[in-house]
């Protein structure tokens, strides 16, 4: 059993307008969004595997709304793991200027290839 998550949508960073129109571009019709704004917190999905809930939060995130993650459910898990979980700051990370990806400072891009702190592209080097 895996665990399972929810995304709660707690109001607007943006005007009302914005976000349905935002919204709007998402599949959302206007009825959906007024429930929605009216109604926070609410709901928006429920039991996601974390990636397609993070995926989805980051949509409406996008469109202007604030939302959270929640762990929904219980999991089994059949064996611990007692090695210790590195976790990188955000100064670990940076973002091409090429393609927008974010990712753990490299030399290079793991997207597109572009040369990070150079400004010079070479996708060949990724293929060494």
Same mark, same amino acid.
């Given at each position: ?9 707690? !109001?607007?960073? +943006? *005007? ?11 599949? $959302? *019709? =206007?009825?959906?969004? /007024? @429930?929605? @704004? ?5 709901? #928006?999905?429920? /039991?996601?595997?974390? !990636? ?5 939060? /980051? $949509?409406?995130? !996008?469109? %202007? %709304?604030?939302?959270? @993650?929640?762990?929904? !459910? ?6 611990? #793991?007692?090695?210790?979980? *590195? @976790?990188? *700051? ?5 973002? +091409?200027?090429? &393609? ?5 400072? $490299?030399?290079?891009? &793991?997207? +597109? =290839?572009?040369?990070?702190?150079? =400004? ?7 293929? /060494?």
């Amino acid at each position: 059993m895996t665990k399972k998550y929810r995304v709660l949508f707690h !109001g607007l960073i +943006c *005007s009302q307008e914005e976000f349905k129109v935002q919204m709007a571009r998402l599949g $959302a *019709s =206007g009825e959906v969004v /007024d @429930i929605m @704004i009216e109604k926070a917190p609410v709901v #928006l999905k429920n /039991d996601m595997a974390l !990636g397609d809930a993070r995926r989805y939060a /980051d $949509a409406v995130q !996008g469109a %202007g %709304g604030r939302v959270v @993650i929640q762990e929904n !459910g219980r999991f089994v898990e059949s064996r611990r #793991l007692n090695r210790p979980i *590195s @976790i990188l *700051s955000f100064r670990d990370f940076t973002m +091409c200027p090429e &393609c927008g990806s974010k990712q753990p400072k $490299a030399e290079f891009c &793991c997207k +597109c =290839g572009f040369r990070l702190g150079k =400004g010079v592209k070479d996708r060949g080097a990724l293929n /060494d």
